[in-house]
């Protein structure tokens, strides 16, 4: 038994007409900062990680082309075939599953995915997906799959995914490498626009990962590459679970191997779970990164308590960096009450920010709510995107959203300086914290892990100096230098060398970017091929798996 899991063949959805959907920072986090402006490059994760924890042999294919996809479903005999589909995906799924049939008429097709919130709304035009389908997978797939494969306990969960890149496009070697891990599906909160507590219904949590498989994960990140930099942690809530969070910190603290000192991982967590936890706590547990949702100062208040400046301020001032979300075109949201609303929100400076439209997904209480009142836009698959148009606001026209939304972009750069100082400038605050500190954990271990930062980050205030979009980001650059100078003291030289090639790159980039201007052209991504040879049923521990080979064939 042998299954083959796939991504929707090329080309990757275009949004607006203008990004690639993969690329997460060229339309989200960090947007059209110049010089600062970074590109990324994403795999799948959730297909990678069923391919290794499910007891059946399988292949992962990303982005191939039909040609690709014909090609592979002749090679071997599968017995299924698993496709991952977004919302945004859904006007192709009935192609995809007719044309697997039509190849391979032995195998069975099985769709799954945040896709399968949207199987209504194509019946309701006439085209039934679930029906083409052999199955349809809602919710958490591994479980899913083995018992598909007759297994019907929980095995061992392992996560040795392939890493996510970050970098700067003139920059040589200033690729971050970023690996994923998966602790839960679901949140209690359940916000009504929320795609994944629609996924996982009625506030349910349902844990994939523990304390003691998640620090193996991590530990297999740094063990296998050398130079890797950051763990994300994908829980929509993580902090609000202090017995799991409190095990994993442990688990990293009595590490021989790497500890305090390289094990830093960034989580999700709502304001009102930041609320629960002294920013010591958090470093001592190896946080080095929040990500939470602000939505809007006038609604959502349910994930919030006491002063969300200060509770920000707290983390930042600890070294813990944030990445922040923001929506508009909820219904108390005005043209009276905006300006507030978006000024509030840069001044919690977070480094990155992930803004949006209010888009109302498949399966939430949202598209209900705005369906009932006259407000929900036909569906198309096209707009299920965080700067698309799904619904009309009370306030606003969808042309107003996308202006707000990129107007707020580019103020963040422009009152408070490009990402990658920001993040220094918390780094910073984070040496100096345990620098001070009396907990030997922190000056001596979690010290050296933010000592290893800033010195890297140094060499970057020449360049923030000199391309600041302003005297007062100049300003700021200057006096975060003095904090460097007085912090750590002056730049050696070697850093100065450093710091001035970084100067003589960016110059010749921003040359380059008067034919080339952001957003980046697109280019669509090749195939990306792995072959994993499923989990023993039988194991106690799964920990020896890895992928057969990854690559491009």
């Known amino acids: 038994m042998k299954i083959l899991l796939s991504t929707m063949p090329r080309p990757v959805p275009l949004l607006m007409d203008t990004f690639l959907s993969l690329d997460d920072s060229s339309y989200r986090f960090v947007v059209d900062q110049g010089v600062f402006s970074v590109r990324s490059d994403n795999h799948v994760y959730s297909l990678h990680f069923l391919a290794q924890n499910i007891a059946m042999p399988s292949t992962v294919l990303e982005w191939p082309s039909w040609e690709e996809l014909e090609a592979e479903l002749k090679r071997e005999a599968y017995d299924f075939f698993g496709l991952h589909c977004k919302v945004i995906d859904l006007d192709r799924i009935g192609q995809v599953i007719d044309f697997v049939h039509s190849v391979s008429p032995g195998t069975k097709v099985i769709i799954g995915g945040f896709g399968t919130l949207g199987l209504e709304e194509l019946r309701e035009e006439g085209i039934d997906a679930a029906d083409k389908a052999d199955y349809v997978c809602r919710g958490e797939g591994v479980d899913f799959l083995n018992a598909l494969a007759g297994v019907n306990h929980r095995l061992p969960r392992i996560c040795r995914m392939p890493l996510e890149r970050m970098w700067l496009p003139w920059l040589p070697g200033s690729e971050t490498k970023i690996g994923y891990m998966l602790s839960a599906l679901g949140c209690p909160i359940r916000c009504e626009f929320c795609a994944t507590t629609a996924f996982v219904p009625g506030g349910r949590v349902h844990e994939v990962m523990t304390a003691r498989e998640l620090y193996e ?191 707020t972009y580019r103020k963040a750069y422009h009152r408070n300086g490009p990402t990658v100082m920001r993040s220094f400038d918390i780094e910073l605050n984070g040496y100096n914290v345990c620098r001070k500190s009396n907990n030997p954990q922190l000056n001596t271990l979690k010290l050296k892990y933010y000592k290893t930062r800033v010195l890297n980050g140094a060499s970057m205030l020449k360049t923030a100096k000199a391309f600041a979009p302003n005297d007062h980001v100049r300003h700021m650059m200057e006096e975060l230098e003095r904090k460097y100078v007085e912090s750590v003291g002056p730049l050696t030289k070697s850093q100065q060398i450093v710091a001035d090639k970084y100067l003589k790159l960016a110059e010749e980039y921003v040359g380059s970017l008067k034919t080339q201007p952001w957003p980046p052209p697109v280019t669509q991504p090749g195939l990306s091929r792995s072959e994993y040879p499923g989990v023993d049923p039988g194991i106690v521990k799964a920990a020896q798996m890895v992928p057969l080979s990854v690559g491009t064939p």
């Open 217 to 407: 994960a991590g530990r297999w990140y740094f063990d296998t590459h050398r130079d890797f930099h950051q763990v994300y942690l994908m829980d929509e809530n993580f902090l609000a679970y202090k017995k799991k969070v409190n095990e994993l910190g442990e688990y990293i603290r009595n590490d021989d191997a790497y500890g305090l000192e390289r094990m830093n991982y960034q989580v999700f967590g709502t304001i009102r779970a930041v609320s629960m936890w002294d920013p010591e706590e958090l470093l001592l547990n190896g946080i080095s990164g929040v990500w939470s949702g602000i939505e809007s100062f006038f609604s959502y208040d349910r994930k919030k308590r006491g002063n969300v400046q200060e509770l920000v301020d707290g983390l930042h001032n600890n070294g813990i960096t944030t990445i922040l979300s923001w929506i508009l075109g909820d219904d108390v949201q005005t043209k009276e009450n905006i300006e507030q609303d978006v000024d509030m929100f840069l001044a919690l400076r977070p480094p990155a920010a992930q803004l949006s439209v209010l888009i109302a997904m498949p399966g939430t209480p949202l598209r209900q709510r705005v369906k009932e009142s006259g407000r929900l836009l036909p569906f198309r698959a096209g707009e299920m995107h965080l700067l698309g148009n799904s619904m009309r606001s009370l306030h606003f026209t969808h042309e107003e959203r996308v202006r707000i939304v990129m107007d």
